[in-house]
């Protein structure tokens, strides 16, 4: 049975990370001394759970949780790190520090490294997150001990609601737009001008009646949405804005 290990210093190995096509070792001190470390550790890079949801949603939140007294995130697979040099390249992770546990030293340690041979997988590290304070373990969220990949603890939101219950966390905006179109200029002009980030959809003549009349009920562009909200077009948004 997986057990926390909170209040227990964390293991000391040595890292073996390539950068700028040299080798260079990395040491758990140098990661965790005198520091409060945020660490995510999961089964695989390019696996689907975590790619899609796990680490980019650390990544988004890194500012928020530096806000609130941490100083980095670590993301920590037994992988090589050619595999997290790729996956770093391939993900949202510039927010995020990328730890190749290639051997399997630091999960085993933390006594998460569990058997996933049914999938070819070999020795991996079961799902988890934890808040370290100074190479000490304050807090650990470890996925229930159930059959697949069970994702429900070890998120970043469950961590920075851990960390700082009351952080306001980014809004999630998105703009369904077509190239050319005024009113959509004008809604990511209104979004800019107000700090907001947002995901730009352009959508070609072919399909765009069809997904913003099954989206949003409407045929016309721009659709904006803020936190799975429809706000609607251009005039729509910026009412909402000034309210």
Known sequence: MLQAREGQRIPQVTFRVRENNEWKSITSDQLFAGKTIVLFSLPGAFTPTCSSTHLPRYNELAPVFADHGVDNILCVSVNDTFVMNEWAKDQESANITMIPDGNGEFTEGMGMLVDKADLGFGKRSWRYSMLV???????????????????????????????????????????????????????????????????????????????????????????????????????????????
């Open 133 to 243: 304070k100074d190479g000490v373990v304050e807090k650990m969220f470890i996925e229930p001990e159930e059959p697949g990949d069970p994702f429900k603890v070890s998120d970043a939101d469950t961590m920075l609601n851990y960390i700082a219950p009351q952080a306001k966390t980014p809004d999630q905006v998105v703009v369904f737009s077509k190239v050319g179109c005024p009113f959509c200029a004008k809604a990511k002009q209104l979004l800019s001008d107000k700090g907001f980030e947002y995901v730009d959809l352009p959508l070609d003549n072919k399909v765009r009646g069809k997904v913003l009349g099954a989206v949003s009920g409407v045929m016309t562009a721009p659709q904006v949405f803020i936190n799975g909200k429809l706000i609607g077009g251009a005039e729509q948004l910026e009412a909402h804005l000034a309210a």
